[in-house]
């Protein structure tokens, strides 16, 4: 098995993003704040799949759906998966979601909850005075909007069309640093704004959510490409997003601590975010996935190593790596502080690398995938034997 390594700086290649289509394009910059957002690399991760041929296509751990819009947005057919209930609803809203078949009635929600009465209640009270990531204002809106989407009993996807309306909404109003461990001492300037809800950039066309265990996912479809972004080290998302989890589910949980966190963070686990368990649980990913080829987003500060990873895809067959530096997310780079606002510590490093690794049993596949990021000369000047 060979692998080929070359490295992509930002804005290099032929990577840019006149080649997502320019209505896919423009979800880069709605969607919630997120950490470990592809936003700067999709573009190139949908040169990649295309490149192997596109068909039917999973994206694994979905996130915010980015990647999976893209791809529909691309003409593939995409299943996006994700076990959490916020994400899971974002993949319904922009992978699922036919637009041709919901944009009407979902148009006809959102003017009536722009008409709702503010109506304050466990989102303010738990948000918005225990802790304080929205303006009273606003949690007030969120409040009496969430209990009207609930009362109204809507056809699944135009539900979670505006479920996604109504989040992505919270978060252009939010008062962080983009993550829900804590919020700003100070106001934010945009959690003066009124929240204000907007129609999601929803596509046409037909596609598929799944709210599975990552492993159960790729055991239960068979497609051309699986797209992987798994968690890579302790950080985990039901902890980052928590407030999302609450939104969607309206299940007014139990709550701890200052950030107001769900009582199941500490009961919800995953083994990618273990040291111990993520070499185990990769390991059961890469074999299990009925795929032709597999796509795999890491980065250089997760538990797995380059080396370790690229090893264990070996197993599947060619492997490819690309390596991107990217600018850490903003927590990161401003730093800790104490409870007093206080700066504790120093920054380490503003950067790190995000790995696209491509591995196949074909190699004109992966050659074609590797031309398709801009590579000019990846051959045997830089390959490596692992499993002579």
Known sequence: MVLHEHCICNGGGRTAGSRLPSRARRIQDVLIKYLGSKRLLVPRIVSVVSALGGGRVMDVFSGTSRVGHALKGAGMQVIA??????????????VQADADKVRTQVEQVLAELRSVTPAPGYF?????????FFHPRNGALVDAMRDRIAALELPGDVEAVCLVSLMEAADRVD?????????????????HNELALRTPDILPGDGEALQLDALDAVQAREVDVAYMDPPYNQHRYLGNYHI????????????????????????????F????QIHEALRALVHGARARHLVVSFSN?????????????????????VATPMKRYVGAQIGQHNPRGERV?????LHNKEYLFIATRERAALDA??????AEEYGDSVNVQLHP
């Open 175 to 191: 008062s962080t640093t983009g993550v829900q461990m804590a919020y700003l001492k100070q106001w934010a300037a945009r959690a």
């Open 124 to 132: 303010t009270e738990t948000f918005c005075e225990k802790a304080r």
């Open 273 to 276: 975010n273990s040291k111990k």
């Open 81 to 94: 998966n994700d076990q959490l209930s916020y994400a899971a609803t974002l993949a319904r809203c922009y």
């Open 345 to 349: 510590g120093k920054v380490s490093h």
């Open 244 to 271: 999302w989890e609450t939104l969607i589910r309206w299940d007014a949980p139990e709550t701890y601590g200052v950030a107001q966190k769900r009582v199941d963070c500490r009961e919800r686990h995953t083994p």
């Open 301 to 321: 500060e997760g538990f797995v190593t380059r080396e370790e990873l690229t090893a264990l895809l070996a197993e599947r067959g060619h492997v490819g790596v």
């Open 369 to 374: 995938a590797l031309d398709a990021l801009g």
